[in-house]
């Protein structure tokens, strides 16, 4: 796991610095949040060794953190003790690590600590978002109705990320058939089609040519072309810059024809459903604005919610802040500006959320419907290639036996 440095400023204004084992900057980002720390500078440290001592962060899924405030609503609601109904959850679930989670949170609990706290350090890299909301859930008491929030929260994300998966399994199973075509024609049919038609004599056709010479270099070199392969992806993974290939992402997020609509429409849905919880919590609009920044989950709208809270911190209305970042439709920002002269702002971001998740639905199922042919005929093309490079030369070895005859 990679190693980052960092500069933070602590409760009492002090600069401490310090080194942190993550995945990512993001992660660093949320575990120095959840401690209370602002975060001045991050930089990741390519020579430093990962200390296996320190306390790891374990990857849980949206689905399980939305099962496991499901059961903890219930379990609030109910007029159940915490520490009871964590003991309820660990010998009745059937996920290990739901179950692993409850046992951290229980002795926790158990040891002083508050939920709040005992969520930020339970050894699970669980949202920010479900930490922070359940620091308001227990300063306003009302924490069944925020585990209920986060349940349905979280139930929608899994949602949307099936749908994601859903839509790349065509193309996938398209590309891995395609590459299975390929290595067959090209390493097992083609040389002994050539080595048929060069002992008759006959000239290979240019294509033929391209494709032999292509096979032979590969099949020489297999070490050399795997080892370079693995090169590239390590590279990838562990020295280029996070940030990088953060940038990458945001610019290809928002540049591709094909893409970026559905990303707006999602990145909409998840902004405007985030502000909805947030506002019914009853927590004020910058404080709103600083969590929103720090779980939007996207560099270019976090930059954008930044400098939209220094508008509002010195004045200006939600509207005309977030109008000012180019990134909503005009509808978001008119209902918006409306809502906030009506006192309807939290019902109106739910609105907006569930219209946007609509929207999302349709904008992926035209993707598809765009995808596949684009694919298919990519594939296509080059297994045409293929099967010409084969053919041609039957083609021209069976016109010269024709004039030989």
């Given at each position: 796991?990679?190693?980052?440095?960092?500069?933070?400023?602590?409760?009492?204004?002090e600069i401490i610095n310090g080194s942190i084992d993550a995945t990512n900057t993001q992660e660093v980002r949320e575990v120095l949040a959840a401690e209370g720390q602002k975060i001045v500078k991050i930089q990741a440290d390519l020579f430093a060794r990962s200390d296996a001592g320190k306390q790891r962060f374990v990857s849980i899924s949206s689905s399980e953190v939305g099962a496991f405030c499901k059961q903890l609503s219930i379990i609030t609601k109910s007029g159940i003790s915490i520490i009871r109904g964590l003991q309820m959850v660990r010998d009745q679930t059937d996920s290990k690590k739901v179950k692993e989670l409850a046992e951290n949170l229980n002795k926790s609990i158990q040891k002083?600590?508050?939920?709040?706290?005992?969520?930020?350090?339970?050894?699970?890299?669980?949202?920010?978002?479900?930490?922070?909301?359940?620091?308001?859930?227990?300063?306003?008491?009302?924490?069944?109705?925020?585990?209920?929030?986060?349940?349905?929260?979280?139930?929608?994300?899994?949602?949307?990320?099936?749908?994601?998966?859903?839509?790349?399994?065509?193309?996938?199973?398209?590309?891995?058939?395609?590459?299975?075509?390929?290595?067959?024609?090209?390493?097992?049919?083609?040389?002994?089609?050539?080595?048929?038609?060069?002992?008759?004599?006959?000239?290979?056709?240019?294509?033929?040519?391209?494709?032999?010479?292509?096979?032979?270099?590969?099949?020489?070199?297999?070490?050399?072309?795997?080892?370079?392969?693995?090169?590239?992806?390590?590279?990838?993974?562990?020295?280029?810059?996070?940030?990088?290939?953060?940038?990458?992402?945001?610019?290809?997020?928002?540049?591709?024809?094909?893409?970026?609509?559905?990303?707006?429409?999602?990145?909409?849905?998840?902004?405007?459903?985030?502000?909805?919880?947030?506002?019914?919590?009853?927590?004020?609009?910058?404080?709103?604005?600083?969590?929103?920044?720090?779980?939007?989950?996207?560099?270019?709208?976090?930059?954008?919610?930044?400098?939209?809270?220094?508008?509002?911190?010195?004045?200006?209305?939600?509207?005309?802040?977030?109008?000012?970042?180019?990134?909503?439709?005009?509808?978001?920002?008119?209902?918006?500006?409306?809502?906030?002269?009506?006192?309807?702002?939290?019902?109106?971001?739910?609105?907006?959320?569930?219209?946007?998740?609509?929207?999302?639905?349709?904008?992926?199922?035209?993707?598809?419907?765009?995808?596949?042919?684009?694919?298919?005929?990519?594939?296509?093309?080059?297994?045409?290639?293929?099967?010409?490079?084969?053919?041609?030369?039957?083609?021209?070895?069976?016109?010269?036996?024709?004039?030989?005859?």
């Amino acid at each position: 796991m990679p190693v980052y440095k960092y500069s933070a400023l602590n409760e009492h204004n002090e600069i401490i610095n310090g080194s942190i084992d993550a995945t990512n900057t993001q992660e660093v980002r949320e575990v120095l949040a959840a401690e209370g720390q602002k975060i001045v500078k991050i930089q990741a440290d390519l020579f430093a060794r990962s200390d296996a001592g320190k306390q790891r962060f374990v990857s849980i899924s949206s689905s399980e953190v939305g099962a496991f405030c499901k059961q903890l609503s219930i379990i609030t609601k109910s007029g159940i003790s915490i520490i009871r109904g964590l003991q309820m959850v660990r010998d009745q679930t059937d996920s290990k690590k739901v179950k692993e989670l409850a046992e951290n949170l229980n002795k926790s609990i158990q040891k002083g600590c508050s939920l709040s706290d005992a969520f930020a350090n339970c050894g699970f890299r669980l949202p920010l978002l479900l930490v922070n909301m359940v620091k308001v859930g227990e300063v306003s008491g009302n924490l069944d109705e925020i585990f209920k929030k986060m349940a349905d929260y979280y139930e929608k994300e899994t949602r949307t990320k099936k749908k994601i998966v859903a839509a790349l399994i065509y193309p996938c199973i398209l590309v891995c058939v395609a590459t299975g075509v390929i290595i067959v024609f090209t390493f097992f049919v083609l040389p002994e089609l050539v080595g048929i038609i060069e002992e008759n004599g006959a000239e290979l056709p240019l294509l033929t040519r391209i494709m032999m010479g292509t096979s032979k270099f590969v099949a020489s070199h297999l070490l050399a072309v795997f080892l370079s392969i693995l090169g590239l992806i390590i590279f990838y993974i562990k020295v280029i810059p996070f940030e990088a290939k953060r940038r990458f992402k945001t610019f290809m997020l928002f540049k591709v024809p094909v893409i970026s609509r559905v990303a707006i429409d999602f990145l909409t849905a998840r902004v405007t459903r985030t502000m909805g919880i947030l506002i019914n919590t009853g927590l004020p609009m910058l404080t709103i604005m600083d969590t929103l920044e720090k779980v939007v989950g996207n560099d270019k709208i976090a930059q954008g919610i930044s400098e939209a809270k220094d508008k509002i911190n010195k004045g200006a209305a939600l509207s005309a802040s977030l109008e000012q970042m180019g990134f909503f439709d005009n509808m978001v920002t008119n209902i918006i500006s409306i809502s906030e002269e009506t006192g309807t702002l939290a019902e109106s971001m739910t609105d907006l959320a569930d219209y946007y998740d609509e929207k999302f639905d349709t904008g992926i199922a035209k993707a598809i419907a765009m995808l596949e042919p684009m694919f298919t005929l990519i594939m296509g093309g080059v297994i045409a290639a293929i099967l010409l490079s084969v053919m041609m030369p039957m083609f021209n070895m069976m016109g010269a036996l024709s004039g030989n005859n």
